[in-house]
């Protein structure tokens, strides 16, 4: 009964989707206000419907109604509790739902907030969102519904929640990734907005602002914890792998965060207004062709998802309504926008030029690497795949350079900056970066690479304090009151750029200055690693909820005195009787411990294999500090007035 | 003229879209390898065997062939009957068991024969991704100066030999 109540309440749902959709657009044209208002509670019953099917689905996972042939495919009645509830988004039809449930609730509290826009345009965006909404939407019922039922031969259990999904990282990647994504979808909405009613001048980009911010912050945390997850659980020690489905998650961030500058330029300077438009169309495509991408089957992925082209015809013909009809949209209405700012070189907007152009070439890079042997197979010049050498021998040095740039651009001032401040500054920071990198490099024996990146992260982290510095103590009121004053906004930019130091230092330091090993290792057996000792102490059999496992005892010891415990674990799932490799780590601010158990050899003897991993956490620390940064911006007080004000 | 600008966003997505339209429902599955013209890439792994430690350097003197295989690939089974064969008329094998277990392979390998001359487990598939396999059965050929020449995906049968015993030398 309740899973044909959750069909019955998302087809509810898209009524209101495409009602949302057409409404508040015909009221536009029409000039009528009732038809214009009608946006905001459309966009509510749209949201409620949709939750009520969410919830409904968790409730079949939650009470095992294994008649769902969605259930019975992700669940068992073995499964942990709070697996079993984000086993709700571990397979293709559940984590539309959860695409959709999101979506919906951007609408909602854009909706919310619709009071502080213009009577036109609130509404107008609101129907933009509902168009994609019901494209969605439509794509769940028709093609993917979760509520298929199996009757009347119902399975006695499920089949399980496939092992490498049941862990922490994946209860909360999915949501984050996706609220990051889809938030985009609100930037783009006023993007379209704008273009519909011609309003496309700096008011725009202050209310899109904040919405990108968040979800900037939101995509930043999705990406790291999917890295994290993928280091600690799939048990190579690696934490991106240029996978199609990551590339899917990392060039809407990019692309996101030429975004947030370029809207930035665009409200102060009312200059790039088309380009930001622009910007904006392209980064919410690039969430939609992820998804294109990740469902239709048309890469192959290690993420191993099932596709079914039926689906990637829909989802094709989606993408092309949508993202081709607002190219469409700008390619007219666009042409009509001038701006007559102009600028100096060394004024700001000259360097978020300089940011955007290099931001747009690395998502390019990106998207053709990853299109390429898609591309190259069209042409018929046969098969390729394209692995991590050419990512990262095109990539790093363009990144490099951005981040070179990106210290430079908080110092310049709008319209001009003064060449001559602007070198004295650089200058001493230069110095400062060659000089600490040079020795630490001579005392390591780093590489060429190594001493520049060394060099770039001190380069910014000189200059952001410089910067900061300068701030504060310009004018008489004193270093602290003055600081207190700096913006949410600037503190944000500030910790977003610290971020993007401290996860190249882990970048770094990972690539150059790992161990691992590969060793067989007897209970008793001691082994030397990177100044570590790792005792292995024996094994025991533990039973979990849903599995039996070999439990590995590792002792590490440091110059005699033991620094950690470990436990690798090898798990036999009972219901696919599938095998998984549990990595034991102990986490470190400057190190990673890792040990994991590989193949049993004879006797009591194991394969083993040992990491130690420097600084691999300021990868994600520097994530983590890139999400507060984020998120502090979009907390600015600025964008708390009503617009007009 | 300016005007026309505008329009190059829609075009570079218009081709974008018919591409993706050709490419829909065509076997993404089927890839040479990158690694045609290049050593075997290092490996660290266990021989099924004699639970020994092999890297590359223990890999037999060429031409040889690596051949992927788990027992939980059906299409293995089909393949086995033929590998015994070119075992027998003197061509070298060395097998890596993919994202196996180590006790039916060795099963396997007892009641079904062994055309191998040496077994590695990649339990994890980690070799496996190494060298770009995308499922089993998928074999590779090394030539005499130890450069892989050829690679083939899905069961080996006299017609795919035919193909394959060409790169053999």
């Known amino acids: 009964m309740f899973p044909e109540i959750g069909h019955f309440s998302l087809i509810l749902s898209l009524f209101f989707a495409f009602f949302l959709a057409v409404v508040p657009l015909i009221g536009y044209w029409a000039g009528n206000r009732f038809l214009l208002e009608a946006a905001r509670p459309l966009t509510f019953l749209m949201s409620f419907w949709v939750f009520l099917g969410f919830m409904i689905l968790s409730f079949a996972f939650l009470s095992d109604d294994f008649s769902v042939l969605y259930v019975s495919q992700n669940s068992n009645s073995q499964l942990p509790i709070w697996y079993k509830f984000s086993a709700v988004w571990g397979g293709h039809e559940g984590s539309l739902l959860l695409w959709a449930l999101i979506l919906s609730a951007w609408s909602s509290a854009v909706a919310f907030k619709v009071r502080t826009l213009p009577e036109d345009t609130g509404p107008v965006v609101l129907a933009i969102l509902g168009v994609v909404s019901t494209g969605f939407l439509s794509f769940l019922i028709f093609t993917s519904s979760p509520f298929v039922r199996l009757l009347p031969d119902t399975p006695v259990d499920g089949g399980d929640l496939n092992p490498l999904l049941q862990d922490f990282g994946l209860i909360v990647h999915p949501p984050m990734l996706y609220m990051g994504y889809v938030g985009f979808s609100v930037a783009f909405a006023f993007a379209i907005a704008a273009l519909i009613t011609g309003n496309l001048n700096a008011s725009w980009a202050r209310w899109a602002r904040p919405w990108t911010a968040f979800s900037w912050a939101f995509l930043t945390l999705g990406i790291t914890l999917g890295s994290w997850w993928a280091y600690y659980e799939l048990g190579w020690g690696g934490w991106w792998f240029w996978d199609p489905v990551e590339n899917a998650s990392f060039m809407p961030w990019l692309a996101g965060t030429a975004l947030l500058h370029s809207l930035a330029v665009t409200e102060k300077r009312g200059v790039f207004k088309s380009w930001t438009v622009l910007l904006a169309i392209f980064t919410f495509s690039l969430s939609l062709l992820g998804t294109f991408l990740v469902r239709s089957g048309v890469l192959t992925s290690v993420h191993a998802f099932a596709s079914d082209p039926t689906r990637g015809i829909f989802i094709l013909a989606l993408l092309i309504l949508l993202v081709g009809g607002s190219l469409l949209l700008y390619a007219v209405r666009a042409g009509q926008v001038r701006s007559n700012v102009s600028f100096g070189a060394t004024g700001r907007e000259a360097w978020l030029l300089l940011n955007n152009i290099l931001l747009t070439v690395l998502t390019l890079t990106v998207l053709l690497g990853t299109l390429y042997p898609l591309i190259f197979d069209a042409l018929g010049l046969g098969k390729i795949s394209v692995g991590a050498p050419y990512f990262n021998s095109v990539f790093t040095p363009i990144a490099l350079l951005l981040m070179v740039f990106m210290a430079v651009g908080p110092l310049s001032k709008w319209h001009n900056t003064k060449l001559k401040v602007l070198l004295v500054s650089c200058l001493v920071s230069l110095f400062l970066a060659v000089f600490v990198s040079g020795v630490l490099v001579y005392l390591y024996e780093f590489t060429v690479l190594a001493w520049l990146s060394l060099a770039v992260v001190f380069w910014v982290v000189c200059l952001s304090f410089t910067d900061w510095f300068n701030k504060v103590s310009a004018g008489t009121k004193g270093i602290i009151p003055r600081a207190r004053q700096l913006p949410r906004n600037y503190y944000g930019m500030l910790l977003a750029h610290l971020g993007m130091a401290v996860t190249l230092v882990g970048i770094l330091l990972v690539s150059v200055n790992s161990k691992e090993s590969m060793l067989r290792m007897s209970p008793g057996d001691k082994a030397n690693i990177a100044g570590y000792e790792f005792q292995f102490d024996g094994l025991s059999h533990v039973k979990g909820p849903n599995y039996i496992a070999d439990k590995g005892q590792f002792i590490a010891y440091k110059n005699g005195h033991q620094v950690a415990v470990l436990h690798p674990e090898k798990r036999l799932f009972n219901a696919r009787q599938q095998v998984m490799t549990e990595a034991a780590l102990d986490a470190g601010f400057t190190r990673d411990l890792y040990v994991s158990l590989g193949e049993k050899l004879e006797g009591d003897a194991w394969g083993v294999r040992i990491y130690v991993k420097s600084f691999v956490r300021w990868i994600w620390l520097g994530g983590l500090m890139m999400m507060a940064g984020g998120l502090l911006a979009a907390l600015d007080k600025r964008y708390r007035r009503k617009a007009g004000v | ?169």
């Not at chain 2, 009957?81 to 068991?97: H, N």
């Open chain 2, 1 to 169: 003229m300016r005007k026309l600008l505008f329009f190059i966003p829609l075009a570079a997505f218009s081709i974008l879209g018919v591409l993706f339209f050709l490419q829909l429902g065509k076997d993404s599955q089927y890839m040479p390898s990158a690694l045609i013209g290049k050593t075997v890439p290092d490996f660290n792994l266990v021989s099924l065997l004699s639970d020994e430690i092999l890297t590359q350097e223990d890999l037999p003197n060429g031409p040889f062939l690596i051949n992927f295989w788990g027992t939980w690939c059906p299409a293995c089974h089909i393949e086995h009957p033929y590998l015994m064969a070119l075992a027998q008329s003197g061509i070298t094998l060395v097998g890596i068991d993919y994202k196996d277990e180590k006790a039916p392979a060795q099963r396997w390998l007892v009641e079904k024969g062994n055309p191998y001359q040496m077994v590695l487990m990649d339990e994890m598939g980690r070799f496996g991704i190494d060298m770009g396999v995308t499922g089993a059965p998928e074999t590779f050929v090394v030539n005499r100066s130890g450069i892989i020449v050829y690679r083939h995906q899905g069961e080996i049968n006299e017609q795919s030999w035919q193909q394959l015993k060409g790169y053999l030398k």
